[in-house]
């Protein structure tokens, strides 16, 4: 799911001349160290990680918040009502980027692909269940995958409205978007106001089929009250 870098464990371990001592609050932890692929991580390697894997997951953020931006701009442009941030819709999309991620960019993938011959989304069904969603609340949704090479801003908003894609984001029954991104690719999910394409997940949905029932008891009961 987006980006996910190496993790190392944290052990406790008497300190030694050649590696860093960190205080963490009022613990101390003299020294970090995990053997990957035959390298010892110290202290100081081990945050340097974590460094890299924030930063890449914040430029990953930003891009996608680029993204976003710009598509609510051209619909704007368009006369359209503007996409609102879909939190589901994005876990999804971050799901799908992972799978796509080891793909190459070629001019048969993402947004060059040629209609009627894209590639299906592996495990499509699982990657729903990660983010609590299913198929029944996400089948008027439209997923977009785009390959550019490192997501070069410049090249990445063109590839959705100057491509296919953009006949997607002219379409006034989207009102909602998530977007993702891993590697050089970048996905967006477009949802709907119905149902069938809002991204809720089973577990909200499941609580409004319940609650509907409820609610129209309590009124009933009510209006009796006052028939009194």
């Known amino acids: 799911m987006g ?3 190496p993790v190392y464990t944290l052990c406790l371990q008497k300190p030694k001349a050649h590696e860093p001592t960190m205080t963490f609050g009022r613990s101390i932890i003299d020294a970090v160290s995990r053997s990957r692929r035959g390298k010892r991580v110290t202290a100081a390697g081990y945050l340097r990680s974590r460094d890299v894997d924030f930063y890449q997951r914040r430029r990953f953020e930003l ?3 680029t993204l976003l931006e710009g598509i609510n701009s051209y619909r704007k442009s368009l006369n359209l009502t503007v996409l609102t941030k879909n939190d589901n ?3 999804f999309a971050e799901e799908v980027a992972d799978q796509f991620k080891s793909q190459p960019c070629t001019n048969s993938t993402g947004s060059n692909t040629v209609p009627g011959t894209e590639p299906q989304i592996p495990n499509y ?5 990660k983010c609590h969603l299913n198929v029944s609340n996400t089948k008027d949704g439209y997923v977009m995958p785009a390959c ?3 997501l070069d801003p410049s090249l990445v908003l063109t590839n959705f409205t100057e491509t ?3 006949g997607e984001l002219n379409d006034t029954k989207y009102t909602g978007a998530g977007i993702g991104s891993d590697g050089s690719w970048i996905v967006v999910v477009l949802t709907t106001n119905t149902p069938e394409g809002s991204f809720v997940t089973y577990n909200a ?3 409004t089929t ?3 029932p409820v609610s129209r008891l309590l009124f009933l009961l009510m209006a009796s009250f006052f028939l009194l």
């Open 89 to 91: 819709a994005e876990c």
């Open 205 to 207: 949905a499941s609580l």
């Open 164 to 166: 296919q894609y953009s």
């Open 210 to 212: 319940k609650i509907g």
């Open 63 to 65: 891009e996608e918040d």
């Open 3 to 5: 980006f996910t870098g």
């Open 125 to 129: 069904e699982s990657l729903l269940a």
């Open 148 to 150: 550019v090479p490192n």
